[in-house]
């Protein structure tokens, strides 16, 4: 099979209805080098990056309770930053670009998917319709 290891997707394919932050960028555990009082970061294997991780409500209105907060590994030389809080707004809606994700068999037997990126951000601006791109736009 031609397909093997992280498959690159998109943000809209991943979370098409968008997400938001509901923790802080937290360093991931190397749990095979780390030992009782000495905490090692995980550092990923192709490239050599630490591993940071952060969690995530996807706002797909369809997900069960139990599925709507997932974990984002973001690999970077440096903790990533948080984009700014929106006034108003509970929760911080966040991007992710250069997603990748790896599909593996959970501990009770079922499909599930590592997701990993490599930069977060706020989210772009969306046109709507009424703001289509006019003639003067294009110029």
């Given amino acids: 099979m031609a397909l093997q290891g992280p498959i690159p997707v998109t943000f809209e394919m991943v979370f098409p209805h ?3 932050l509901v923790g802080e960028v937290e360093q991931v555990k190397d749990f095979d080098a780390s030992t009782n009082g000495r905490f090692v970061q995980a550092r990923d294997k192709a490239t050599g990056e ?3 991780q952060v969690a995530v409500v996807d706002a797909d209105p369809t997900l069960k309770p ?3 907060t997932v974990a984002v590994k973001i690999l970077s030389p440096v903790q990533p930053a948080c984009p ?3 006034p108003g707004m ?3 809606p966040v991007e ?3 997603i990748t994700v790896t599909p593996y068999v959970n501990q009770v037997g079922r499909l599930a998917y590592s997701i990993r990126a490599r930069e977060m951000r706020a989210p772009a601006p969306r046109r709507t319709a009424k703001q289509a791109p ?3 736009d294009a110029a």
Avoid: R
């Fill in 90 to 92: 509970p929760f911080t």
């Fill in 134 to 136: 006019s003639a003067t």
């Fill in 66 to 68: 139990a599925q709507k």
């Fill in 50 to 52: 630490p591993v940071w």
């Fill in 18 to 20: 968008g997400c938001y």
């Fill in 96 to 98: 992710f670009d250069h």
């Fill in 84 to 86: 700014a809080a929106v």
